[in-house]
């Protein structure tokens, strides 16, 4: 869904540039018709139309590249495709961590509960925003339950994801 926004911005966005091409391009033919005594063998109109013909190319490619991303870009989430890979028809769920739930304390259950929640894996940072704790209270909770075996986290980018172990 977001691809095909993005492509219809680029579209809208190609189409104004060509109006703004095509604008550009009636003030420069005003500007070369009242100052070029030559008539049409003045080298400044081959100018105007070499610009203009790159101008519309630089369009039509932006337009070519929208219209691909509205048909043919595919949505893919990197941690559903990372989730599955782990999960293997596996279902998290919280039934199957009460034991497990009982040991840890208030602020560990509630990251715990928001990881199980997400189907097993989140990207760290939305664990940030989904608990309202900051960044290190909630990497030193990630670090006591992945050292208890319960999480592992794996660098993606610029954050980690946080993945429920079986």
Known sequence: ????????LI????????FVIWMFNRALAEIVSTSCSHGSSCPMWGTIDFQTNIGLGVMV???LIGIYLIFFGKEQKIVTK???EQIKDKQISKDNYKD???KLNNEEKSVFEKIIESEGSMFQSELVEKTDLTKVKVTRILDK??????IE????????IVILKK
Do not use: P
């Open 145 to 150: 339950l992945e050292g208890k075996h319960l």
């Open 61 to 63: 490619f932006i337009i």
């Open 11 to 18: 579209v809208g966005i190609s189409i104004l540039l060509g």
């Open 153 to 160: 986290r794996r660098r993606r980018g610029m954050t980690n």
């Open 82 to 84: 990372f989730v599955k």
């Open 1 to 8: 869904m977001r691809n095909k926004i993005v492509g219809y």
């Open 100 to 102: 497990i739930m009982n």
